[in-house]
């Protein structure tokens, strides 16, 4: 197994590097230009959002994709899906691994004619921005599935719940949003923005930033991973390094854990000091899952460095799943790490492999798994913890704080609860 590494003290960039392209992107209109802006996208040909078209506006509004500044024309959306990257005007290239576009069908794309700009409309109804001018072009749906999957293969859940249904052609244009954006769920003060980030890395006077995604609750695994990277960078120099914990909030399949009960999980993780509140910021990452492996995770790293993090935490299989029709990985388990380490465009970005961690079933905790002990750790997935939560069995003592556990225990007791209720009115009607 790799164990963590660290580049040399020589190659260590400062704290809020600089966003990719030199300056972060941010789309919302000012306030004294909304009514103006509002009055022109009611004379304009009207495209509707889904709810993950509605992600990416958030996504691309805040400048987590900077220096993308709308949905992708037809360039740039060849160049990332071929490459990977953009070219800025400069000739240098920034990442951007997934291709962020907009689909619409036959008819509307009838319906804008020869119109140079769009509005924006919410799955509620609301004109919510507009795109500016637009581009149409074929949205060949296999090249773009095969590029960014390695496969077409059936059961893919993005390409399901979103690619599959959509029309023929995309649209790209220059993005404005009239207000940000907001989900109303209880949970927009996680939501912070890469400039809101970026102000409270200053505010806590960090001088390194070290960012993990995850889609999962976190189990003292992680925790051993983080607070061990905070050790490090502790003894290569730095004096307060800053957690960026960065769960995703957009789309994700079905058997995933909700968003809010992920972050009601975190909380307790915080409140029983598993990690530390002052040297922890927990916030939200609005981009959708993709489960597209080593070109989803160049994806993931590129938009932390918008919000100022130097470090990325990489681990096993980032950003995988297993394949949809085959018992076995979609992807290699390393090869998510080996491509950030090459990945055109990141090359600012501190990407730090970790060791895998395990339960130790001689010292009743989690920890570094070692090779010359292995009949003595468990490994525990996320597959096999949403067993145990779903069956109400506990984990090994030491694997997830108690008051987190009893968030997820309490979750699938409800789904239980909820199926029982269904099942009993199904019987009601069909007798």
């Given at each position: 197994?790799?164990?963590?590494?660290?580049?040399?003290?020589?190659?260590?960039?400062?704290?809020?590097?600089?966003?990719?392209?030199?300056?972060?992107?941010?789309?919302?209109?000012?306030k004294?230009?909304?009514e103006?802006?509002?009055?022109?996208?009611?004379?304009?040909?009207m495209?509707?959002?889904?709810?993950?078209?509605?992600?990416w506006?958030?996504?691309?509004s805040?400048?987590?994709?900077?220096?993308?500044?709308?949905?992708?024309r037809?360039?740039?959306?060849?160049?990332?899906l071929?490459?990977?990257?953009?070219?800025?005007?400069?000739g240098?290239?920034?990442?951007?691994?997934?291709?962020?576009?907009?689909?619409?069908d036959?008819?509307?794309?009838?319906?804008?004619?020869?119109?140079?700009?769009?509005?924006?409309?919410s799955?509620?109804?609301?004109?919510?921005?507009?795109?500016?001018?637009?581009?149409?072009?074929?949205?060949?749906?296999?090249?773009?599935?095969?590029?960014t999957?390695?496969?077409?293969?059936?059961g893919?859940?993005?390409?399901?719940?979103h690619?599959?249904?959509?029309?023929?052609?995309?649209?790209?244009?220059?993005?404005?949003?009239?207000?940000?954006?907001?989900?109303?769920?209880?949970?927009?003060h996680?939501r912070?923005?890469?400039?809101?980030?970026?102000?409270?890395?200053?505010?806590?006077?960090a001088d390194?930033?070290?960012?993990?995604q995850?889609?999962?609750?976190?189990?003292?695994g992680?925790?051993?991973?983080?607070?061990?990277?905070?050790k490090?960078?502790?003894?290569?120099?730095?004096?307060?390094?800053?957690?960026?914990?960065?769960?995703?909030?957009?789309?994700?399949?079905?058997d995933d854990v909700p968003?809010?009960?992920?972050?009601?999980?975190?909380?307790?993780?915080?409140e029983?000091?598993?990690?530390?509140?002052?040297t922890?910021?927990v916030?939200i990452f609005p981009?959708?899952?993709?489960?597209?492996g080593?070109?989803?995770v160049?994806?993931h790293?590129?938009?932390?460095?918008?919000?100022?993090?130097?470090?990325?935490?990489?681990?096993?299989?980032?950003?995988?799943?297993?394949?949809?029709?085959?018992?076995?990985?979609?992807?290699?388990p390393?090869?998510?790490?080996?491509?950030l380490?090459?990945?055109?465009?990141l090359?600012k970005?501190?990407?730090?492999?970790?060791?895998?961690?395990?339960?130790?079933?001689?010292?009743k905790?989690?920890?570094?798994?070692?090779?010359t002990?292995?009949?003595?750790?468990?490994?525990?997935?996320?597959t096999?913890m949403?067993?145990?939560a779903?069956?109400?069995?506990?984990?090994p003592d030491?694997?997830?704080?108690?008051?987190?556990?009893?968030v997820?225990?309490?979750?699938?007791e409800?789904?239980?609860?909820s199926?029982d209720?269904?099942?009993?009115?199904?019987?009601v009607?069909?007798a």
């Amino acid at each position: 197994m790799q164990s963590l590494s660290f580049p040399s003290l020589t190659t260590v960039k400062s704290s809020l590097i600089d966003p990719d392209g030199g300056e972060l992107v941010e789309l919302v209109v000012p306030k004294s230009e909304i009514e103006l802006k509002k009055k022109e996208a009611d004379s304009m040909p009207m495209v509707k959002l889904t709810k993950i078209d509605m992600e990416w506006v958030h996504v691309i509004s805040e400048g987590w994709a900077s220096p993308l500044k709308g949905f992708m024309r037809e360039d740039e959306y060849l160049q990332s899906l071929h490459f990977n990257s953009l070219r800025l005007k400069d000739g240098s290239f920034v990442n951007m691994s997934l291709p962020i576009v907009l689909a619409i069908d036959d008819q509307t794309k009838e319906q804008i004619g020869v119109s140079k700009n769009v509005a924006l409309v919410s799955p509620q109804g609301d004109i919510i921005g507009s795109l500016r001018s637009v581009e149409i072009y074929k949205h060949n749906k296999e090249e773009r599935i095969a590029r960014t999957w390695g496969t077409t293969s059936p059961g893919l859940p993005y390409v399901e719940e979103h690619i599959t249904p959509s029309g023929n052609w995309l649209i790209g244009g220059d993005l404005e949003v009239f207000q940000a954006i907001k989900y109303n769920d209880g949970l927009d003060h996680y939501r912070l923005s890469p400039k809101q980030l970026r102000k409270e890395f200053d505010n806590r006077k960090a001088d390194a930033v070290f960012a993990f995604q995850l889609r999962n609750p976190v189990h003292n695994g992680h925790a051993l991973l983080m607070n061990d990277t905070r050790k490090r960078l502790l003894e290569m120099g730095y004096k307060n390094p800053v957690l960026l914990l960065h769960p995703l909030g957009g789309f994700t399949k079905a058997d995933d854990v909700p968003l809010d009960v992920r972050m009601e999980q975190h909380s307790k993780v915080l409140e029983d000091g598993v990690l530390d509140p002052e040297t922890t910021i927990v916030s939200i990452f609005p981009s959708p899952m993709h489960y597209a492996g080593p070109t989803e995770v160049q994806w993931h790293a590129k938009a932390r460095i918008n919000a100022g993090a130097n470090f990325y935490i990489v681990g096993r299989d980032p950003a995988g799943m297993g394949h949809p029709t085959e018992k076995r990985d979609l992807y290699d388990p390393d090869h998510g790490k080996k491509v950030l380490s090459m990945a055109p465009g990141l090359e600012k970005l501190n990407i730090l492999p970790f060791r895998v961690a395990a339960y130790d079933t001689v010292e009743k905790k989690m920890a570094f798994f070692d090779p010359t002990r292995a009949k003595e750790f468990l490994f525990i997935s996320g597959t096999k913890m949403r067993t145990y939560a779903r069956t109400g069995e506990s984990p090994p003592d030491g694997f997830m704080c108690p008051s987190g556990w009893n968030v997820l225990v309490k979750y699938y007791e409800s789904l239980q609860e909820s199926d029982d209720s269904s099942k009993q009115q199904q019987t009601v009607v069909s007798a």
